[in-house]
Structure formats: C-alpha cells, structure tokens
C-alpha cells in the first residue's frame, strides 16, 4: 500500500492550495481518507476526514469553511482544497487511510492503518 501526499508549496496568506492524497495497493473505495498536520514543535493533529461510499467529511474546528475534503475513488485519489489559508496553517500535511466498517467520518491519528510521506506547505503573512 502507498499514499502520496503532493501540492504543498509556498503561499501569502488569503491564498489557496490544492492537497492530493493518490493511493495504490489497496481497495480505495473502501477506505477512509484524513488529512493531518503536523506544525514545527507540535503533535500531528487531524485536519479533515472523508468516509468511503457516501463521501461523508469531518473537519476540524480550525479549518471549517476554508478547507474541503473530496476524493475521486475512480482516481484512487483524494483531496483537501485549502481556501484563504493563514500562517498557523503552515506544517507538513500528510494523507492516511483506514478501512471503513462504520461509514463515519472519524479519522483518529492513532487509527489510521496507512500513511503517506507529507508535503509541506507554508503560509506567510
């Protein structure tokens, strides 16, 4: 199983990104998909969460309403639009994958059986 994480880059603040998880080696569509951070001298935290077959997401507190997770399971492919991004969201972000029994969009970072590489992205102001 591999999951690649791409898009990051450098950005101004107000500005937007574009996340791409692609996953190979596993039944995508049957999988969960987060997205995670993890910022200098942090823990890694969640940022969003997409369940398999009815797409339902989860985000967290600090990115509602500027990010918006997807995925495209013909692709194997998922994704997290990053709209009018500040410098507190700068960090390495990482996609992860976990098979979904439940169909609930809950992706804790000590569950999550697959983890790609993360891309970084910062944000200056």
């Known amino acids: 199983v591999q999951l690649q994480a791409s898009g990051g880059g450098s950005v101004q603040a107000g500005g937007s990104l574009r996340l791409s998880c692609a996953a190979s080696?596993?039944?995508?569509?049957?999988?969960?998909i987060g997205w995670f951070r993890q910022a200098p001298g942090k823990e890694r935290v969640g940022v969003s969460c997409i369940s398999s077959a009815e797409g339902r997401t989860n985000y967290g507190d600090s990115v509602k309403g500027r990010f918006t997770i997807s995925r495209n399971d013909a692709q194997n492919t998922a994704y997290l639009q990053m709209n009018s991004l500040k410098p507190e969201d700068t960090a390495v972000y990482y996609c992860?994958?976990?098979?979904?029994?439940?169909?609930?969009?809950?992706?804790?970072?000590?569950?999550?059986?697959?983890w790609g590489k993360g891309t970084l992205v910062t944000v200056s102001s």
């Open positions: 992860a994958a976990v098979f979904d029994y439940s169909g609930v969009p809950s992706c804790p970072p000590n569950g999550m059986g697959y």
């Open positions: 080696g596993l039944a995508f569509d049957s999988y969960k």
